[in-house]
Nanobody
Framework: QVQLVESGGGLVQAGGSLTLSCAAS????????MGWYRQAPGKQRELVAA???????NYADSVKGRFTISRDNAKNTAFLQMNSLKPEDTAVYYC???????????????WGQGTQVTVSS
């Protein structure tokens, strides 16, 4: 099995910063893709930022210039640096990873349990 564990969420004032971490562990051969999604109350889950292995990062328009996604391939960890936070960034943030367990194996998608980010005005 593959487990994703997020950390770093919390309560912050508007204009502040937070850094989320997502650590993948378990039966992993390779991780092709890591991304961050968020879901606010009453809304659908949406992509925030993603970083494919060896590819270019992409961001939701609403976070461009404020959020930065990165990953440490050696540690199977992804990060989301969030600056200039706004109340509308309040949501549960989920880590997503597409991983294989063996060489040339099937790619499965995994989700973390989510971490709450609350931005007060």
């Amino acid at each position: 099995q593959v487990q994703l564990v997020e950390s770093g969420g919390g309560l912050v004032q508007a204009g502040g910063s937070l850094t989320l971490s997502c650590a993948a562990s378990g039966s992993i051969f390779s991780i092709d893709y890591m991304g961050w999604y968020r879901q606010a109350p009453g809304k659908q889950r949406e992509l925030v930022a993603a970083v494919p292995s060896g590819g270019t990062t992409n961001y939701a328009d609403s976070v461009k210039g404020r959020f930065t996604i990165s990953r440490d391939n050696a540690k199977n960890t992804a990060f989301l640096q969030m600056n200039s936070l706004k109340p509308e960034d309040t949501a549960v943030y989920y880590c997503n990873a597409h991983a294989t367990k063996v060489p040339h194996g099937v790619v499965y998608a995994y989700w973390g349990q989510g971490t709450q980010v609350t931005v007060s005005s």
